[in-house]
């Protein structure tokens, strides 16, 4: 089974300047995650879909952040214009079910480093 | 909200040997779950193991254990027989009642030959 792609791998934009990354989750998973790991923390959850819905986007920076998971498959979160404190590591995550289950595996791509300068 | 502590930024271990890295949670959920995730140079999130806050038994996966302390509100994670390639950063997180996942800081593991 395919896990969950993401691209681009790395950017490198200066800042006021806008970037979109793309994730497309495996196959048949509702839920969709997109996190911010800024360099030595934990990930940070920006927004959650459920199907082509957002369950929860109360971290997100909306000023500035947007994204959308179109048909249900695949998503995009752009930054428009990015800061210098954007530069993080954007980790994409899905799971098979929504709420209801604390185990709820998620299973993540490889992220898209991001540097703003 | 939910607070996981990792005190311990980084760790050395010889190969073979076993560690235990520290995780502390604070909630006021009755019920949540605890998670253990490796995350190597490469990048990605890897699943390690979980725990239910109801669970009487402390979860093993391999080896991997969890030593679970529900009322000191800890979820040790022990490495048995350390190997090169478990050399990573380790991070513990916690699911409660919102569903949403909050990671800890982190621990950096760094297994000597």
């Known amino acids: 089974e395919a896990g969950v792609a993401q691209s681009p791998r790395y950017k490198i934009i200066e800042k006021r300047q806008s970037v979109a990354f793309w994730c497309n989750p495996i196959s048949g998973h509702a839920t969709l995650y997109w996190y911010q790991q800024i360099l030595g923390q934990g990930p940070k959850l920006l927004i959650q879909?459920?199907?082509?819905?957002?369950?929860?986007d109360s971290q997100l920076p909306k000023d500035r952040f947007s994204a959308e998971r179109l048909k249900g498959v695949d998503s995009t979160l752009k930054i428009q214009p990015a800061k210098l404190e954007d530069s993080a590591v954007y980790l994409c995550?899905?799971?098979?079910?929504?709420?209801?289950?604390?185990?709820?595996?998620?299973?993540f791509g490889p992220g898209t480093r991001l540097t703003v300068l | 909200a939910q607070k996981i502590t990792q005190t311990q930024p980084g760790m050395f271990v010889q190969e073979k040997e076993a560690v235990t890295l520290d995780c502390t949670y604070d909630t006021s959920d009755q019920s949540y779950g605890l998670f253990w995730y490796k995350q190597p140079s490469s990048g990605e999130m890897i699943f390690l193991i979980y725990?239910?806050?109801?669970?009487?038994q402390n979860a093993t996966e391999g080896r991997y254990s969890l030593n679970f302390q529900k009322a000191r509100k800890s979820a040790n994670l022990v490495i048995s027989a350390s190997q090169l390639g478990d050399s990573a950063m380790y991070f513990c997180?916690?699911?409660?009642?919102?569903?949403?996942?909050?990671f800890g800081a982190g621990t950096t593991v760094t297994v000597r030959a």
């Open positions: 997180a916690m699911r409660g009642y919102d569903y949403k996942l909050s």
């Open positions: 879909f459920q199907n082509n819905g957002v369950v929860d």
């Open positions: 725990q239910g806050s109801y669970d009487e």
């Open positions: 995550a899905s799971s098979l079910e929504g709420q209801g289950n604390y185990l709820n595996e998620q299973f």
